[in-house]
C-alpha cells in the first residue's frame, strides 16, 4: 500500500509540475492550513461591515491615538 501512496503522490506532484518533495510539502501545507480555517483579520472585517464600519469621527479618534513610532531593537544579550 505504502508503494501505491508514493506512486500517486510523484504523479500528482507530475501533474502539478512538482518535485515528489514540493508535492509532498504541498500536502502537508493544505492539510496543516486549509481553506476552510476562519482567517482573524476576515473575520473582524466581516464583524465590521455587519455592523456597519466606523463613523469618520471614530476613525479620527483612532487616528489620534495611533503609535507610529518604531518599536525598540530586541537585545538578546
Known amino acids: 500500500m505504502l508503494v501505491q501512496v508514493e506512486r500517486a503522490i510523484r504523479i500528482q506532484a507530475a501533474q502539478h509540475g512538482r518535485s515528489t518533495e514540493a508535492g509532498i510539502r504541498a500536502i502537508l ?32 479618534l483612532f487616528e489620534q491615538v495611533r503609535n507610529n513610532s518604531a518599536a525598540p531593537a530586541v537585545n538578546f544579550e
Do not use: V
Not at 41 to 57: N, P, Y
Open 29 to 60: 501545507e493544505r492539510a496543516a492550513r486549509p481553506e476552510s480555517r476562519i482567517k482573524l483579520g476576515s473575520f473582524l472585517a466581516s464583524i465590521s461591515r455587519e455592523t456597519g464600519g466606523l463613523t469618520d469621527e471614530e476613525h479620527a
